[in-house]
């Protein structure tokens, strides 16, 4: 090897060696991603990534409301609204959450939301796409875009948890994912610290979508983290048929239901 080609080799083994890391964590991950028990250790299979007792606490019960995938009681139905939806006018069509905003879920969304965490991120859009497979698969949707963040936000961090969602959600539905097509003109404060009526407020208008092609007659799917109020969503959903979508639907990995 001459001594020009040893550091395009080098480069291309550490990159070749990266994915098939990434690859090895992906298909045999040396420990589950919600407990991080050493899987060979403990005997353990993982499917998904998951231990058996954590891909337990992640099956969710069906019965939600069809609107705004909140948890209802056993004897509501399915196809409408729900106590907490009721008086909401959304603008997309409804919400499919893997489950509610608690427990593990909400410890397993906080890990994701960190930078370096995009495993985890990845393992929860899974969970939320094998949720809804069926519902997902009729939506026919055409484009998947993520609730971006302002972009001076987004440089200080360099990552967005509804960014790798909705690169996942792009994969298991084999759709385009259009992470320009809608962007945030402003800053908002920290939902968790405004009340209700005040995170409506703040979202509304910070969304703009670009009217092109992608956007113009499609059915997107909106993907973010939670959703709580749907104030977010609901600021992005208008955007988006501002700019000529023709349906929009949200998936989020949790439906918040505390106020
Ligand atoms: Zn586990
Ligand atoms: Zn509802």
Redesign the pocket.
């Known amino acids: 090897m001459s001594g020009t080609d040893r550091p395009f080799a080098a480069h291309t083994t550490k990159a070749l060696a990266d994915w098939l890391r990434a690859g090895g964590d992906w298909l045999f991950p040396p420990s589950?991603l919600?407990?991080?028990?050493d899987l060979a250790e403990h005997r353990?299979i993982a499917i998904g990534g998951?231990?058996g007792?954590?891909r337990s606490q992640l099956t969710f019960e069906r019965r939600v409301c069809g609107r705004c995938s909140a948890p209802i009681g056993p004897n509501l139905p399915t196809d409408g609204d729900c106590i907490l939806c009721r008086d909401e006018r959304y603008a997309f069509e409804r919400a499919f959450a893997l489950g509610p905003y608690d427990g593990v879920l909400r410890d397993l969304i906080r890990r994701a939301q960190k930078p370096g965490q995009e495993l985890v991120a990845r393992m929860l859009a899974r969970q939320t796409a094998e949720r809804w497979t069926d519902e997902l698969t009729a939506a026919n949707v055409d484009v998947v875009v993520p609730v971006p963040q302002f972009l001076p936000q987004w440089w200080w961090r360099r990552y967005n948890t509804a960014a790798v969602l909705a690169d996942e959600f792009s994969r298991i539905l084999r759709r385009p994912v259009s992470g320009w097509s809608l962007v945030k003109t402003r800053w908002t404060p920290s939902q968790a610290q405004s009340s209700p009526s005040d995170r409506r407020q703040q979202q509304r208008g910070a969304f703009r979508a670009v009217p092109w092609g992608r956007i113009r007659g499609r059915t997107i799917l909106l993907v973010d983290d939670v959703l709580t109020t749907g104030g977010t969503s609901q600021a992005a959903t208008r955007a988006l048929l501002a700019a000529g979508a023709a349906r929009v639907l949200v998936a989020v990995v949790a439906r918040g239901i505390g106020r």
């Open positions: 589950c919600a407990c991080r028990r353990l998951l231990c007792d954590c």
